[in-house]
């Protein structure tokens, strides 16, 4: 690219932007093959699993006998 090549520019929410030469900007394709790429997580936290094997409550009581 030569010194008085004009910059490229893109409009966007927050206004005017200029990109960078030789810089692709990150299209809406490459952003949710990424979202479907990264792993799982909760929305919520996870409730404990204290039933049977994995029940520390049970664990912790004293014997009555």
């Known amino acids: 690219m030569s010194a008085n090549a004009p910059l490229l520019s893109e409009p966007t929410p927050?206004?005017?932007?200029?990109?960078?030469?030789?810089?692709?900007?990150?299209?809406?394709?490459?952003?949710?093959?990424?979202?479907?790429?990264?792993?799982?997580?909760?929305?919520?936290?996870?409730?404990?699993?204290?039933i049977g094997l994995f029940d520390d409550d049970a664990r912790n009581q004293l014997s009555l006998f």
Do not use: D, F, I, Y
């Open 14 to 50: 927050q206004g005017e932007q200029t990109l960078v030469p030789g810089v692709a900007p990150v299209t809406l394709r490459e952003r949710l093959a990424l979202r479907l790429a990264a792993p799982l997580s909760s929305r919520k936290p996870q409730k404990p699993l204290n």
